[in-house]
C-alpha cells in the first residue's frame, strides 16, 4: 500500500511558476513509475508528467513540454513538479499518482493516487 499527499498548489499569476510536491510513504518507493495528472471543472482527468523509478526516464504531456519538469527524491520518498510559465489553462486539481512497473501516460494504469492539490493560475 502507498499512500500519496500532494502540497504545493495556490494561487499564481500567469507566468509565474509553483512547485508541486507529492510525498509517499513506504519503503519501495524507488519501485514505483510515478505520474502527475491533472482535472479542470467538467473535464476529464488528463496526463502531465510521468518518471520513471530510477529517475532516469521522464515523458511529458505536450501542452506542458519544455514548461513543466518532473523529478523525484528516493531518499526523501518525494516527487515534484516544477511548472513555469503558467497559462490560465493550466488551472486543475493536479494529482500524483503511483504504479508498479514503467512509465506511462494512462490513468487507469496507475494503482494508487493522491487527494490533488488546487494550481489557479490567473489572466
Known amino acids: 500500500q502507498v499512500q500519496l499527499v500532494e502540497s504545493g498548489g495556490g494561487l499564481v499569476q500567469a507566468g509565474g511558476s509553483l512547485r508541486l510536491s507529492c510525498a509517499a510513504s513506504?519503503?519501495?518507493?524507488?519501485?514505483?513509475?510515478m505520474g502527475w495528472f491533472r482535472q479542470a471543472p467538467g473535464k476529464e482527468r488528463e496526463f502531465v508528467g510521468t518518471?520513471?523509478?530510477?529517475?532516469?526516464?521522464?515523458a511529458y504531456a505536450a501542452s506542458v513540454k519544455g514548461r513543466f519538469t518532473i523529478s523525484r527524491d528516493n531518499a526523501k520518498n518525494t516527487v515534484y513538479l516544477q511548472t513555469n510559465s503558467l497559462k490560465p489553462e493550466d488551472t486543475a486539481v493536479y494529482y500524483c499518482?503511483?504504479?508498479?512497473?514503467?512509465?506511462?501516460?494512462?490513468?487507469?494504469?496507475?494503482?494508487?493516487w493522491g487527494q490533488g492539490t488546487q494550481v489557479t493560475v490567473s489572466s
Open positions: 513506504g519503503r519501495t518507493f524507488s519501485t514505483y513509475a
Open positions: 518518471i520513471s523509478g530510477s529517475g532516469g526516464s521522464t
Open positions: 499518482a503511483a504504479r508498479t512497473g514503467g512509465i506511462s501516460s494512462r490513468p487507469y494504469e496507475y494503482n494508487y
